[in-house]
């Protein structure tokens, strides 16, 4: 099968496994060739508790992807995140090579001396990504960029992310049993940051928040480098449950309660009229009120944004959010959530699309929405790496030659498990193919 110039990104959530496929034009936009999602209950709190689980969720997506695209994954891109991921700060200090001008292998050295300036670093985590923040060559600073930079000395602060091992081998093995490679492992606020912030928000300070399903996840960007990032263990299946208990029904109902009734602010919810919820497996028909249902969801909310503005107040460059903040993730699309963090964060609010990564995003097929944006931002994360040329994501689905028909006698004598073995072989590409079978 011929190789191709695509990257794929994989974002494994607490609710759905969301799958992107895209490769970038001349003019550096990426172009999406296909989406696929599947329902998720394997993880929780973005941590897998069930591997069979996540692995048909995987699989489940990828084959969606497949069929709507036509080309057989291969490898993928992984969002990362959790709890058990944490930042620790580092800085380092270099002399710049004889010639004077900073090289690639002047910030190879800065980094690697950053990582090893780490202390403390306990056996049970590993290193996923040192991210540069500042680099300073003699008096020049703020510096994202330093090659090609003359000076005598090369100095700055990198962002060193890390990650419990057992957690990111429990990722490994499903993306592994689920046939599939993995080429990069992605901080998810990384991604996210990608395909959510504008060009000209990253000249100033910006928050974004992803409101998950399990987790709630507030990283800070200052001059376009991640600052500051947590993990907030509070999100919107938090609401759903308090639906389910306040209102005495299944989490399920609750789920489409919060979506097609729910406002998390009071002040511009409407009416007060009864939500007819109708009988179901010999349950009688219920009424609750519309205010008591927003009621309940205000308070979580309320919750869950004034702990994010704990967590912006603890990085210590709140004052520093000039272009405000960025809601993204499922929760972010409650009715109303803009609004109530506005006031609780007191800071301009708006949601987070994927049209920042990579100049853009041409859609092919797929509706833009907050809740697929990692997926997004990860395959923006593999072209600005470089990553797309040295590794093999994907194939085209070859068309497969038409053998001259075999006569009776030959058919009769093949044997059938071969056959089988062939049918199974080519189902991908059967499927992904249908149409054309069609018209033959």
Avoid at 185 to 193: D, I, N
Wanted: aromatic residues 4%; contains cysteine.
């Amino acid at each position: 099968m011929p190789e191709t110039n695509i990257a794929v990104g994989l974002d494994i959530g607490t609710s759905k496994v969301c799958i992107a496929v895209a490769e970038q034009d001349v003019s550096g936009s990426l172009k999406v060739l296909a989406e696929g999602f599947a329902h998720s209950e394997g993880i929780r709190r973005a941590a897998v508790v069930n591997i069979n689980k996540t692995v048909a969720a995987i699989k489940a997506a990828v084959a969606e992807a497949e069929r709507a695209s036509s080309i057989v994954i291969h490898g993928v891109n992984v969002a990362l995140s959790g709890a058990h991921v944490h930042c620790i700060q580092s800085s380092s200090e270099i002399s710049i090579n004889q010639s004077g001008v900073v090289n690639e292998s002047d910030v190879h050295r800065f980094l690697e001396k950053a990582r090893a300036n780490i202390q403390n670093l306990d056996i049970n985590h590993e290193i996923i990504h040192v991210i540069p923040q500042e680099f300073i060559v003699d008096d020049q600073d703020r510096l994202l960029d330093p090659t090609g930079m003359a000076g005598m000395t090369m100095r700055g602060s990198v962002y060193i992310v890390v990650g419990l091992k057992t957690k990111i081998r429990n990722i490994r093995q499903c993306v592994e049993r689920a046939g599939l490679k993995i080429v990069g492992l992605t901080f998810k606020p990384v991604a996210l940051g990608m395909a959510v912030i504008k060009e000209r928000e990253k000249r100033g300070g910006v928050a974004v928040i992803d409101i998950g399903a399990g987790t709630t996840e507030v990283t800070l960007f200052l001059g376009g480098a991640i600052h500051y990032s947590e993990v907030i263990t509070v999100a919107a299946n938090d609401i759903t449950l308090d639906i389910a208990h306040g209102l005495q029904v299944d989490e399920e109902i609750a789920e489409r309660l919060k979506i097609k009734h729910g406002c998390a602010d009071s002040r511009i919810s409407s009416g007060n009229e009864d939500i007819v919820i109708e009988a179901c497996e010999g349950y009688p028909q219920k009424t609750v009120q519309r205010s008591l249902l927003n009621l309940i969801i205000e308070a979580r909310m309320m919750e869950i944004l004034e702990l994010v503005r704990d967590a912006l107040m603890a990085s210590g460059s709140y004052e520093a959010i000039n272009a405000g903040v960025i809601l993204t993730g499922g929760g972010s699309l409650l009715q109303g959530a803009v609004e109530l963090a506005q006031l609780v964060l007191g800071l301009d609010v708006r949601i987070g699309y994927a049209e920042g990564a990579a100049g853009g995003m041409n859609r092919i097929g797929a509706v833009n929405s907050a809740v697929d944006a990692t997926a997004l931002g990860l395959v923006a994360y593999v072209y600005r790496n470089n990553m797309s040329g040295k590794n093999s994501f994907a194939t085209s689905a070859a068309v497969p030659e038409i053998a001259e028909p075999k006569s009776k006698a030959s058919q009769g004598s093949e044997d059938v498990s071969a056959v089988q073995e062939k049918s199974v072989a080519w189902k991908k590409v059967v499927d992904g193919l249908q149409e054309w079978w069609e018209k033959l």
